[in-house]
């Protein structure tokens, strides 16, 4: 459960780092709005562009899924994500313990060959009975009419694989890095999985 690991996160910080404590966004408003944090304890912000400073990155041929490299998290991440018009062939595929803590296995991004919009693909580790939590959390949440959400159930390993439109989801812009739209992404992930176990 979320609730648990956050709580679980916020009192690690708080042992290490006492009242100089800083936690991420999502996980700090969540720790506030559930009234997890004792005390008159002030926790800071941490900055997200750390979030994803130790994932495990790699390119990769959406043709054939050959590997083409794995990428330094810090240097990939400042570039912008027009990297991927300039190399249409490519997608990224990202592992993070920070997609873990919200029971996303994996995310990856590429532009669509056909539409030329930034597509992201996850991997969600929760049960079928949800689909109707899920589709309508995204409904809400890409905005225009040619968004485009693919949710399907993987019966054989359990997970929902979802394919959306990252063009239409609120906070895009062309202009913003790649580690900008994978913390837009995880924003938007950690929503959903709130939502579902509300």
Do not use: C
Not at 87 to 100: A, P, T
Not at 152 to 158: E, L, S, V
């Amino acid at each position: 459960m979320l609730k648990d690991k956050i709580q679980s996160y916020v009192q690690a910080e708080i042992s290490s780092n006492g009242d100089s404590s800083v936690v991420f966004k999502e996980e700090l408003d969540y720790a506030k709005e559930h009234m997890l944090i004792e005390g008159d304890l002030n926790l800071q912000e941490k900055d997200g562009q750390l979030r994803f400073s130790d994932a495990y990155i790699e390119r990769g041929d959406k043709a054939t899924d050959e590997f083409l490299g794995e990428e330094s998290s810090a240097s990939f991440l400042n570039q912008p994500i027009t990297y991927f018009k300039q190399h249409m062939n490519e997608f990224m595929y990202v592992e993070s313990e920070w997609f873990e803590f919200i029971d996303v296995e994996s995310v990856s991004f590429e532009v669509d060959d056909l539409f030329k919009t930034y597509d992201v693909l996850i991997g969600l580790k929760k049960q079928k009975k949800h689909e109707k939590t899920i589709k309508s959390y995204f409904e809400q949440r890409l905005h225009g009419e040619d968004a485009r959400l693919s949710p399907m159930f993987n019966q054989k390993d359990g997970i929902w694989e979802i394919n959306f439109t990252f063009n239409h989801v609120e906070g895009f812009q062309e202009e913003m890095s790649i580690g900008e739209a994978y913390q837009l992404i995880y924003q938007l992930l950690f929503g959903l999985v709130h939502t579902i176990e509300s």
